[in-house]
């Protein structure tokens, strides 16, 4: 499982949480009360975790695509046949600047990076 799939789970998980726990204050069932408080606690702990799991492997991507030689902006053709670049470029990684990857690089269009020019 990935780790976002994973941080979509557990955000289902404490929303059902924090729904049941609303239903068990209106009861004012104190042990149910408790029992979720904890259960949220947990479950809050685990999403900051798997969050930094995340913005770590983000850092580590845009670092290595960094380190890749040369860089230049996509151009509207380009971007229309995409495939037609792929094949041509080897080893390119382009990166949209609204992914987590192009707000961390902090572009503003689409970019290419790759070993060699192109």
Not at 70 to 96: C, N, P, W, Y
Request: net charge positive.
């Amino acid at each position: 499982m990935s780790v976002k799939e994973e941080l979509q789970k557990i955000h289902n998980r404490l929303d059902r949480c924090k729904h049941r726990l609303a239903a068990a204050q209106k009861r004012d069932d104190q042990p149910v009360v408790k029992q979720f408080l904890h259960e949220i606690q947990t479950l809050e702990k685990k999403l900051t975790k798997l969050k930094g799991k995340q913005q770590f492997e983000t850092g580590n991507k845009g670092t290595e695509v960094r380190n890749l030689p040369f860089k230049r902006a996509i151009t509207k053709a380009e971007q229309a046949d995409m495939g037609k670049l792929k094949k041509s470029v080897r080893g390119l990684v382009v990166v949209h600047p609204m992914t987590a990857l192009g707000k961390e690089l902090g572009i503003k269009e689409m970019t290419g990076y790759a070993p060699q020019a192109f």
